[in-house]
């Protein structure tokens, strides 16, 4: 299978394992939409770019999985809520707990050592304090994704490790193209996307 024919299959399968919501698509839509402005923020206003990753992008992306995806058994895939959780490629539940309790207690660290141990620079007013804590939660961002990547080396392979390091970073402009119509159909009241095995073809 040649790259992008795997980063398609990864795709087909986050779609429709996991995105069955149409409120969790358009959370998703939301939350795409602020990993692009974070984006294009991340060069010049790094801080800033960081806090709405992390304060709106990653949150309203998780609550949609979360509160909103269905748990039982999924009858287009024929797959247990607890098979999909065990097959899942990138982060599942589970382990989406164990990221999100680290990015809330990372800025712990800046309170047991206000400079990081010398990595920072001594926050003197709440925007310095900002600027130290965005920091910490970029590593935790990139950390996430570069543990996830390597570990998916030696788990499955190095191209499924590349190919869904590449499928994480280019979500959001996906999702846009993908979701943009979710909240039509959730204000129409249809709540669940129809998703069946032809659409794989």
């Known amino acids: 299978m040649t790259f992008l024919d795997a980063l ?32 294009s923020l991340l060069l010049t206003r790094p801080a800033i770019a960081v806090l709405i990753a992390w304060l709106l992008a990653m949150p309203s992306r998780q609550l949609g999985h979360f509160f909103f995806e269905p748990k039982g ?32 207690v990372s800025p712990a660290l800046l309170w ?3 400079d990081a141990w010398g990595l920072l620079p ?49 979500d959001p402009f996906h999702d846009i193209a993908l979701y943009h119509k979710a909240p039509l159909h959730v204000w129409r009241g249809e709540y669940y996307d129809p998703i069946v095995s032809e659409r794989a073809a």
């Not at 001594?122 to 950390?143: E, I, P, Q, Y």
């Open 8 to 39: 398609a299959e990864q795709r087909w399968d986050d779609h429709r394992f996991y995105h069955h919501s149409r409120i969790n698509q358009s959370l998703h839509l939301i939350s795409a939409v602020a990993f692009v402005v974070s984006y």
């Open 73 to 104: 058994y999924d009858h287009d895939n024929h797959a247990t809520h607890e098979h999909k959780e065990a097959v899942k490629v990138g982060y599942n539940l589970q382990r989406k707990v164990v990221l999100m309790t680290v990015w809330l």
């Open 112 to 114: 047991l050592s206000p």
């Open 122 to 170: 001594l926050a003197t007013n709440t925007w310095a304090v900002l600027d130290n804590v965005s920091l910490v939660w970029l590593v935790v961002g990139a950390g996430a994704v570069v543990a996830r990547t390597v570990q998916l080396f030696f788990i499955r392979d190095v191209q499924t490790g590349l190919v869904w390091a590449t499928k994480i970073i280019t």
